[in-house]
């Protein structure tokens, strides 16, 4: 699986950005999703997942309420939608699959995109 995020860009604390991540292949509803984001000298971290089919999301606690994560497997694509973002925000975000399950940790991720950044001004 090849993925590949974009949507990412300045926007001022407030306001809204939606990344999407697209994943080649024939088999992307077998993976579950996860998004991560890593801010400068920080280490990467979980943002929010989803299930295969999209009935089952999770997200860390500093998002919850702000951000949306879901996914069209027609498309093969991974969305992120991040409202009322803060410019503790401000980071490198990565879409990543898992085959056959969900996860929140790095470690457990098979195939990762390039990462699109997301810079938020005060």
């Known amino acids: 699986v090849q993925l590949q995020a974009c949507g990412g860009g300045l926007v001022q604390a407030g306001g809204s950005l939606r990344l999407s991540c697209a994943a080649s292949?024939?088999?992307?509803?077998?993976?579950?999703m996860g998004w991560f984001r890593q801010a400068p000298g920080k280490e990467r971290e979980f943002v929010a997942r989803?299930?295969?089919?999209?009935?089952?999301?999770y997200y860390a606690d500093s998002v919850k309420g702000r951000f949306t994560i879901s996914r069209d497997n027609a498309k093969n694509t991974v969305y992120l939608q991040m409202n009322s973002l803060k410019p503790e925000d401000t980071a490198v975000y990565y879409c990543?699959?898992?085959?056959?399950?969900?996860?929140?940790?790095?470690?457990?991720?098979?195939?990762w995109g390039q990462g699109t950044q997301v810079t938020v001004s005060s």
């Open positions: 990543a699959a898992v085959m056959g399950r969900e996860s929140t940790y790095v470690y457990e991720y098979d195939y």
């Open positions: 292949g024939r088999t992307f509803s077998s993976y579950g």
């Open positions: 989803i299930n295969w089919s999209g009935g089952n999301t």
